[in-house]
């Protein structure tokens, strides 16, 4: 099995933490999406597997009209194998979800999530982010505390897969503002949760900002207790911690996520946007006018590099850690050799020692006490 992700490199406005590809002025959105159309065709030969994911990722997707995604949908289905119970995620916005405007097709009278629905989507991961203003406004985001409750409420008479986006560690965020976040969450009885520690990334406006002492700089020890109060509050609540960020009713785990951490095969559509097969990733040009000029020569916009069987033990280890199944240690002999998995074990002894990891039978998972380290316990492992 496979999957394909597409791009949609456009937002209402630039949220201050974000450093993700993408452009406010919607201008070439018509000329972009015939790109990522033409994408589609052109490298339809890549996936050999059925296509088990759809996912329409950004940017905000829930910019494009109807017929906008109906349009990506069916080249996926004209060009590509497809299972028969494929997952079609949609990224989206709580705003654009209660615009109830008609689509552009004239006699098709309907909301706009009744209408993700008879395209095909069947998932909807909203980007909450948070149920406060405070938080929203620092932030930058183009919805109000009272519009992220609303769309979920309206969102689940159509759909019943659904994940929300929820941020902690944002300055400012106390411990019971985030406990109170998870508990709206829960209340609201949301199948899946994606929680993601707020980060600093360069060349945003939330960097500037705390350079110039605007906003306080973000606490990694808030971020950990806010992660552990995240633990406690999903456990009770019955919601499986299957990948460090991802907690999910049984049933509701993401399939596309999922299939990202077991290493299978993807193809990523559109500007900026990442492909691996096994043996090599690619990735397109991040810019909206270069990719639709290559696209429209019939020439790839992208670049790829082949992975080292280094390469891919470091990888291996670093997405089996994040996950509830860990990292097995006959697949490391069985895929590297006996060299790798003596070394594997030898690195691991001191987190072994210490509790952060823990070995059941031949596979080695982060304990509760490791969580939060997780990437930099994975990297303790890694092969220099």
């Known amino acids: 099995m496979s999957g394909i992700y597409i791009h949609i490199p456009f937002c209402k406005q630039a949220c201050h933490y974000c450093d993700f590809h993408f452009s406010t002025s919607l201008k070439k959105k018509t000329e972009l999406v015939n790109a990522l159309c033409q994408e589609l065709v052109l490298r339809k030969e890549e996936l050999k597997d059925e296509v088990e994911t759809i996912y329409l990722g950004g940017g905000t997707p829930s910019l494009l009209s109807i017929e906008d995604l109906r349009l990506l949908i069916s080249e996926v289905y004209n060009n590509y194998e497809v299972s028969e119970n494929p997952e079609i995620t949609l990224e989206a916005n709580p705003d654009d979800l209660l615009d109830v405007s008609l689509s552009a097709v004239e006699d098709l009278a309907e909301t706009k999530l009744l209408a993700f629905k008879n395209i095909g989507i069947n998932r909807l991961s909203i980007g909450i982010q948070s149920f406060f203003e405070e938080d929203l406004k620092l932030m930058n985001r183009a919805h109000n505390a009272s519009e992220a409750l609303e769309c979920i409420k309206e969102a689940k008479k159509y759909f019943e897969n659904i994940s929300i986006d929820l941020i902690y560690g944002i300055p400012g965020m106390s411990d019971e503002r985030w406990k109170k976040n998870l508990e ?8 899946h949760l994606s929680c993601y520690a707020l980060t600093v990334e360069p060349k945003t406006a939330l960097k500037k900002f705390i350079e110039k002492g605007i906003v306080p700089p ?29 907690f999910g009713k049984p049933g509701f785990h993401s399939r596309n996520n999922t299939a990202y951490w077991e290493g299978k095969p993807y193809l990523g559509i559109g500007p900026s946007a990442h492909s691996y097969n096994g043996k090599s990733r690619s990735w397109n040009v991040a810019n909206n006018t270069k990719y639709i000029k290559s696209i429209e020569a019939g020439i790839l916009p992208s ?19 994040r996950t509830k199944k860990g990292v097995s240690l006959e697949k490391v002999e069985s895929e590297f050799g006996e060299k790798y998995s003596e070394y594997l074990l030898k690195q691991a002894e001191n987190s072994l020692k210490t509790g952060l990891l823990i070995q059941e039978n031949q596979t080695l998972k982060i304990s509760k006490k490791g969580k939060f380290l997780s990437d930099g316990i994975a990297a303790d492992l890694f092969w220099i």
């Open 303 to 321: 670049e790829s590099e082949i992975l080292s069987k280094e390469d891919k033990y470091n990888e291996y280890i670093m997405t089996g850690l």
């Open 184 to 191: 709206i969450a829960l209340k609201l009885d949301v199948p």
């Open 218 to 246: 973000v606490d990694e020890d808030v971020a950990k207790k806010h992660y552990e109060i995240l633990l406690s509050e999903t456990e009770k609540a019955g919601l499986e911690n299957y990948e460090f960020s991802n």
